[in-house]
């Protein structure tokens, strides 16, 4: 599965993105997908999952209310809605794809392929 994620720039704080990530392949709708963030001289850490079917999803408490993810198995597509952007949203964004069950949504480790990231910067 080759991952390549799309949609991220400059937006002031309190904007709007919509983060695409389209994955190769045949098999999409047997991965959990997931979004991932890492910030300048942070660690990568989980922003929020779906289940393979789209049934179920998972934020970190940060994004909880603010952000949300969805997906389109029949485009291949998984989708990270951001909204109420705030300045300690500005990060390096990674979309991710597990073989693993939905247990596991938010451990990047249980990833098996990852996109390239794209850049979101939100200014004040």
């Known amino acids: 599965v080759q991952l390549q994620a799309s949609g991220g720039g400059l937006v002031q704080a309190g904007g709007s993105l919509r983060l695409s990530c389209a994955a190769s392949g045949h098999t999409f709708e047997r991965y959990t997908m997931g979004w991932f963030r890492r910030a300048p001289e942070q660690d990568r850490v989980f922003v929020g999952g779906?289940?393979?079917?789209?049934?179920?999803?998972k934020y970190a408490d940060s994004v909880k209310g603010r952000f949300t993810v969805t997906r389109d198995n029949s485009k291949n597509t998984v989708y990270l809605q951001m909204d109420s952007l705030t300045v300690e949203d500005t990060a390096v964004y990674y979309c991710?794809?597990?073989?693993?069950?939905?247990?596991?949504?938010?451990?990047?480790?249980?990833?098996?392929?990852w996109g390239q990231g794209t850049q979101v910067t939100v200014s004040s």
């Open positions: 779906i289940s393979d079917d789209g049934q179920l999803t």
């Open positions: 991710a794809a597990a073989s693993k069950p939905y247990r596991w949504v938010a451990v990047s480790s249980k990833y098996d392929y």
